[in-house]
Antibody, heavy 120, light 110 residues
C-alpha cells in the first residue's frame, strides 16, 4: 500500500522560507504516469493546488504561486520536496503531499497533512 | 473564489439521498473529467469518484457521480452518519493552467 508522509517545521517566521519533504513508501516515485504534488488548505478555506513534479524533474506550478514555490524530487530517497519563499500569514495552512494519476488527473494517494503556521 | 461552484451545505436524514452540484465552465468541467473527494476533519481528502463516474476500489456504490456539459454532480444515497464531511469536486482548468478544487460542500446528516 502506497504511503506518503510530510515532514518539516510546523512554524515559520514571516518573510522566511517554508520547506517540506514528502517521503513515499510502498511504491516507487519513479513510476510512469504518476505525478507528485503539493496541495494546501488554509484554515476555513478550500483546497489549493500548489504544484506538481514528475520523477524526471519536470515541474508544473499554480500561476499565483509560481514565483515563490519550488518543487524538487530525489528519486534515490523516494522523496519530493516543497519550498515556498517569502511567506506571510496567508501561507498558514495544512499542507498535503499527494500522488496525481497522470492519465485522468485524479489525486489517489494523500499524506496525512501537516499544519504549517507562519508567525513570529 | 473558486472557478468551480458548489453549494456550501446540504443535509438530509439518515437513509435519504443528497445531491451535490459542481458548476464550472468550458475551460474546466466542459472539457475534462471531474473527480470528487470526501474530507473528514483531521484526515486527508479521500478519492470518491474519478473520471466523472468511476469509483476506486473500496468505495461503496452509494456514492455516484455524473457530468453534463459544464456541471458535475455527486449523489450519496442511503445516507449514514459517517458520511458527514466536506465534499470537493476537482478538475483541470485550461485557462488557469491549474488543478482546481470547488469551494466544498458540507454534508450534514440530520
Amino acid at each position: 500500500q502506497l504511503q506518503l508522509q510530510e515532514s518539516g517545521p510546523g512554524l515559520v517566521k514571516p518573510s522566511e522560507t517554508l520547506s517540506l519533504t514528502c517521503s513515499v513508501s510502498g511504491g516507487s516515485i519513479s513510476g510512469s504516469n504518476y505525478y507528485w504534488g503539493w496541495i494546501r488548505q488554509p484554515p476555513g478555506k478550500e483546497l489549493e493546488w500548489i504544484g506538481s513534479i514528475y520523477y524526471s524533474g519536470a515541474t508544473y506550478y499554480n500561476p499565483p504561486l509560481k514565483s515563490r514555490a519550488t518543487i524538487s524530487v530525489d528519486t534515490s530517497k523516494n522523496q519530493f520536496s516543497l519550498t515556498v519563499s517569502s511567506v506571510t500569514a496567508a501561507d498558514t495552512a495544512v499542507y498535503y503531499c499527494a500522488r496525481l494519476e497522470g492519465n485522468s488527473g485524479h489525486w489517489d494517494y494523500w499524506g496525512q497533512g501537516m499544519l504549517v503556521t507562519v508567525a513570529s | 473564489q473558486s472557478v468551480l461552484t458548489q453549494p456550501p451545505s446540504v443535509s438530509a436524514a439518515p437513509g435519504q439521498k443528497v445531491t451535490i452540484s459542481c458548476s464550472g465552465s468550458r475551460s474546466n468541467i466542459g472539457n475534462v473529467d471531474v473527480s470528487w473527494y470526501q474530507h473528514l476533519p483531521g484526515t486527508p481528502p479521500k478519492l470518491l469518484i474519478y473520471d466523472n463516474n468511476k469509483r476506486p476500489s473500496g468505495i461503496p456504490d452509494r456514492f455516484s457521480g455524473s457530468k453534463s456539459g459544464t456541471s458535475a454532480t455527486l449523489v450519496i444515497t442511503g445516507l449514514q452518519t459517517g458520511d458527514e464531511a466536506d465534499y470537493y469536486c476537482e478538475t483541470w482548468d485550461s485557462s488557469l493552467s491549474a488543478w482546481v478544487f470547488g469551494g466544498g460542500t458540507k454534508v450534514t446528516v440530520l
